[in-house]
């Protein structure tokens, strides 16, 4: 059974026709690459899977059971993460406080519920060795790289124990030392059964982690196919148009 089911999703703002009947699946364990070009609609679709807008009309299906978020928690509640590309983390506090941000667990002390920072430590040097970054839990984020920046992201959805993770374009403000840092934390999140879907405007990127490639152009989806059976010419023909579909 497919992890993620877009059966038929159409998005309207206004008279602008952002996405147009996109159906496709994604298994467990599977990285779907999700390329366009500007305006295509790529972010438009996570938003809709993340539960920021509500489609115009399509349906959506998590391990087969029909979904209708109303609001970013319903989609998080179903282990639906998201990592944005400005990744939305807090300069001034530890890697540690970063990923238990919101979410910071508890204990008792003297009659009163503190902060548990000790648990938050443990538990963050854990999600870290799981991913085989190097980031430390007391490390300032505000001192960090833009790899391990994506580190203390990508550590956030599985503590959140997420099954599906959307990435819009992690790898576009990064160094090319730190991409590949990246691209071997989604392998590692592929590996424990996670569904990817990452957006990236980099075509070497999507070819080196990507089961799947699939190709929006203004709003429809004109490819869906395995990686090792397309190229990047092919994609870019897609993309631009000069192909029409595949
Ligand atoms: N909130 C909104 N209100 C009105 N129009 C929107 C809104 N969000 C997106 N659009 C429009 O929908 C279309 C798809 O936009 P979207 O942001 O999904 O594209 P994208 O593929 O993510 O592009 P990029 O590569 O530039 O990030 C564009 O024409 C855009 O102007
Ligand atoms: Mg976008």
């Given at each position: 059974m497919s992890r993620l089911r877009v059966a038929g999703i159409s998005k309207n703002f206004g008279a602008i026709r952002a996405l147009e009947g996109v159906s496709f699946e994604v298994e467990p364990g599977q990285v779907l690459g999700l390329m366009g070009d500007n305006g295509a609609g790529k972010s438009t679709l996570v938003k809709i899977v993340a539960g920021n807008y509500r489609p115009s009309s399509g349906d959506l299906f998590v391990d087969g059971a029909k979904v209708d978020y109303h609001k970013p928690i319903d989609a998080q509640r179903e282990g639906v993460e998201?990592?944005?590309?400005?990744?939305?983390?807090?300069?001034?506090?530890?890697?540690a406080s970063n990923v238990f941000l919101g979410?910071?667990?508890?204990?008792n002390f003297a009659g009163f519920k503190i902060i548990?920072?000790?648990q938050m430590r443990k538990r963050s040097a854990e999600l870290f060795a799981q991913l085989k970054s190097e980031t430390r839990p007391c490390d300032l984020v505000r001192k960090m790289s833009g790899g391990q920046r994506q580190a203390v992201a990508i550590s956030r959805t599985l503590l959140a124990n997420a099954k599906i993770?959307?990435?819009d374009e992690p790898t576009a403000a990064i160094s090319v030392r730190q991409v590949s840092e990246v691209l071997d934390l989604i392998k590692r999140l592929r590996d424990q059964g996670l569904s990817i879907i990452l957006i990236s405007h980099r075509m070497p990127d999507v070819f080196a982690v990507a089961d799947n490639i699939a190709v929006l152009r203004r709003g429809r989806l004109v490819a869906n196919k395995p990686a090792n059976q397309s190229s990047p010419e092919e994609v870019t023909g897609l993309i631009t148009g000069a192909i029409q579909a595949a």
């Open positions: 998201v990592v944005y590309q400005d990744l939305a983390l807090c300069d001034n506090l530890s890697a979410r910071e667990p508890r204990k548990d920072y000790a993770v959307m990435m």
